[in-house]
Nanobody, 114 residues
């Protein structure tokens, strides 16, 4: 089992920045992929960014160039630095980890006002 706890988030005006962090505990030695997904009201959950234990990352098209994902394997954390935020980035952001199965955090709200 893997437990994920998210922190950060909140409200910001368009053009601003926020940082999300997620700390994993439990069977962390089995984790390969970690990442962030988001779900806006009335929409499906979508990939924001994910990163392997080796540091290879993939970004969703809508955040490429604005968001940066990083990972500290020693601290079992994954961080999402979000810049140039837009109102359409408003969503609940979920931390995820893959360790033989998909695990999810409870989610954290990010609100971007115009």
């Amino acid at each position: 089992q893997v437990q994920l706890v998210e922190s950060g988030g909140g409200s910001v005006q368009a053009g601003g920045s926020l940082r999300l962090s997620c700390t994993a505990s439990g069977s962390i030695f089995r984790i390969n992929l970690m990442g962030w997904y988001r779900q806006a009201p009335g929409k499906q959950r979508e990939l924001v960014a994910r990163i392997t234990s080796g540091g290879s990352s993939v970004y969703g098209d809508s955040v490429e160039g604005r968001f940066t994902i990083s990972r500290d394997n020693a601290k079992n954390t994954v961080t999402l630095q979000m810049s140039s935020l837009k109102p359409e980035d408003t969503a609940v952001y979920y931390c995820s980890a893959f360790a033989s199965a998909n695990y999810w955090g409870k989610g954290i709200l990010v609100t971007v006002s115009s």
